[in-house]
């Protein structure tokens, strides 16, 4: 049950491509090296077709800025379950990852980004949701809602929007065998919270790659049962459903805005 939000992102992946969050990293002059702007020129196209404009009216989706300058992503957690088992690692995937490259949100560094906890003073419920599942107004229905999800899985909604449903934000994360696993997952997915996208996922990938369905591990015996079933190889790299299915990973390289 998502709202109104594209989603994006699942353990496998890495976050490989930059779109409006560039925009918090450039914010100071200090980011403007000859390596930046090179960057700049190179995603030009990309930037673009999603209408992002480097000057006049910000069409980005910016989380937006608070009284301080800073753009505070404020983020609560859907229940106790969440709050218990994810609370360390939503904090150190944005301490321990994210801080640690970006420091401290200010013009010595170049970007106004931050990652916050929104708490409720005294006996209030402390979880975006209460039991009966209606959203706690104490929280504003922005807030970027940190959900459990199944293990070995995670899913960010991307950016920021400024309209829609209460909760419409959301990081979803699961379990792992591992704790490395899980803390970068949720470094991951709140890479697409922030803005981020796969490469894979810009519009405009085809003027720029070739992407050869055919040389991916597995490619012959997922074609094989695909065949049997009636499906061709068109269906299973381009399709997900049949992707799915075989659990083949032409999925993961699909140029939409999932995976």
């Known amino acids: 049950m998502y709202v109104n939000s594209p989603y994006s992102g699942c353990l496998q992946h890495t976050v490989i491509n930059i779109n409006s969050v560039l925009y918090w990293i450039i914010n100071s ?18 930037m673009a077709a999603y209408g992002l ?22 983020y609560c957690f859907e229940d106790e379950t969440a709050q218990n088992d994810l609370g360390n690692y939503i904090m150190k995937a944005w301490v321990d990852v994210w801080q640690k490259k970006l420091g401290t949100a200010g013009a010595q560094n170049g970007h106004r980004l931050e990652l916050i906890r929104l708490f409720q003073d005294g006996k209030d419920w402390p979880y975006c949701y209460f039991q009966n599942g209606q959203w706690n107004d104490a929280f504003p229905g922005n807030a970027l809602v940190v959900r459990r999800g199944p293990d070995n899985y995670g899913r960010g909604s991307l950016s920021y929007y400024k309209d829609g449903e209460k909760g419409r934000h959301i990081l979803q994360q699961g379990l792992g065998n591992e704790d490395f696993q899980i803390l970068w997952s949720m470094a991951h997915e709140l890479g697409h919270v922030f ?65």
């Open 29 to 46: 002059s200090q980011w403007f090296s000859f390596s930046l702007m090179g960057l700049l020129r190179l995603i030009a196209p990309a």
């Open 53 to 74: 404009q480097l000057g006049g009216e910000d069409k980005s989706r910016l989380w937006p800025k608070n009284s301080n300058g800073i753009s505070s992503v404020g």
């Open 195 to 259: 803005g981020l996208l796969h490469k894979h996922s810009r519009p405009d990938r085809d003027n720029y790659a070739q992407f050869n369905c055919i040389n991916l591990a597995g490619f012959e015996e997922a074609l094989k049962r695909a065949y049997a079933d009636g499906y061709n190889k068109q269906d299973l790299c381009t399709r997900e459903d049949v992707a799915d299915q075989y659990g083949f990973p032409s999925l993961e390289y699909m140029p939409d805005l999932q995976g």
